[in-house]
């Protein structure tokens, strides 16, 4: 019997984040130390069935080509029981199990970052990485998040929040009045600017409505803020927060669209760090730490803010499982600040270790 406690690494899942998810868990899976733990990788597929890969993912070799990963091909199908003190990960044709420690949900979006698998590890007993389920819940909805900054006194951009049902009836010139022209509707639990649009046109309004409620029943119209994309990393350190000099995206199109964040390789630009002074960046981390308290976020959040023309900061979203390739942002800052990519996985893992959710 080994001693290391045992992570199961959860990846790919159901949302239009699905590859994403699968990029990030290969760089995840290649960093976890086999002499401190043992891993299981679970990949979930697009309808939401669960596989057990073992310690041999194969699957992830193929992330680049998403149409030729079948996990049905190579895993065993799988979900998690508990029995007895003991959190197990059950092979559903085998009747195989295996006791397991913790999980670390490397998912986006929808049923991976929403709170509702974190609801699934509360209820087991499962200590996981990350944030607990009501903040990733709150995280994940960029009508909530705001009303909780507001409450915090953090600055956020104007917005109008419509649900599906006040399309028929909503008032565009109104709205237009209200958040000029151009102004962003995104939906309002998403993420990897799927369905967000800019609107430059009153013609263009309801047009992109319509496709933002193709993502979600609700969405957000919101004023455009012209300035500059700052990030900033916050990593939960033992008992005090961590926040190194932001990095910066600059977009080559419109704004950081979906293409120019994964197709077009030369979309955007990634500064590490962001140009900034000294105070700036004192501003910004100070408020990226109210933020992540704000929203009793744990173990990691990426902060994203826009600097406007006249200095000002404005809080635009907090991603609780962002992007987490080698080469991502959060990563990336972590690393300038002296902590490698092994090492900051580690943390995480002695994080949710030590935290506890525990039967
Ligand atoms: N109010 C805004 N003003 C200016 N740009 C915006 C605004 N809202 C969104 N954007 C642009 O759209 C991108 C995606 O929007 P965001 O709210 O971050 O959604 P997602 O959760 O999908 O990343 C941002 O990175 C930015 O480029
Ligand atoms: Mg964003």
């Known amino acids: 019997m080994s001693s290391k406690p045992t992570v199961a690494l959860l990846c790919g899942g159901q949302s239009p984040e699905h590859e994403i998810s699968l990029l990030s868990a290969w760089s995840v899976y290649q960093a976890i130390d086999r002499q401190n733990y043992d891993l299981l990788v679970v990949g979930i597929d697009k309808q939401g069935i669960w596989y057990n890969f073992g310690d041999s993912p194969d699957f992830l070799q193929e992330r680049e080509n998403p149409e030729k990963v079948h996990l049905s091909n190579h895993g065993r199908a799988c979900f998690f029981c508990r029995n007895h003190q003991v959190v197990r990960l059950w092979e559903l044709d085998s009747g195989e199990e295996f006791a397991i420690d913790l999980a670390f949900p490397m998912l986006h979006g929808a049923n991976g970052e929403d709170g509702t698998i974190q609801g699934l590890f509360q ?21 909530i998040s705001k009303i909780l900054f507001r409450a915090h ?53 309801l047009p992109a409505m319509r496709l933002a ?25 033992r008992d005090s927060l961590v926040c190194p000099a932001p990095g910066e995206v600059i977009p080559h199109d419109e704004f950081y669209s979906y293409k120019a964040k994964y197709i077009d390789k030369a979309g955007a630009t990634l500064k590490v760090p962001a140009e900034l002074s000294q105070s700036q960046v004192d501003e910004v981390c100070t408020i990226a730490k109210d933020a992540f308290h704000a929203l009793g976020c744990r173990g990691m959040a990426r902060v994203d803010f826009f600097l406007s023309e006249n200095g000002d900061w404005i809080l635009n ?40 959710n525990a039967l």
């Open 213 to 237: 409620f193709q993502v979600d029943d609700k969405i957000l119209l919101e004023e455009a803020i012209v300035g500059r994309e700052i990030e900033c990393a916050v990593l939960d350190d």
């Open 317 to 356: 979203e907090v991603n609780t499982i962002p992007g987490f390739t080698n080469i991502s942002l959060y990563p990336q800052l972590m690393l300038k600040a002296g902590l490698s990519y092994p090492q900051l996985i580690d943390k995480l893992l002695q994080k949710a270790l030590a935290s506890s």
């Open 153 to 205: 006194n953090i600055r956020v951009a104007k917005g109008i929040c419509l649900h599906k049902k006040q399309l028929s009836d909503c008032d565009v010139p109104s709205l237009i009045a209200e958040l000029g022209l151009p102004l962003f509707v995104k939906p309002a639990r998403a993420g990897s600017s799927i369905g967000v649009s800019k609107v430059k046109s009153p013609e263009g309004l």
């Open 123 to 143: 209820m087991l007993g499962l200590k996981y990485v990350g944030c607990d389920q009501t903040s990733s819940a709150n995280c994940m909805d960029k009508e």
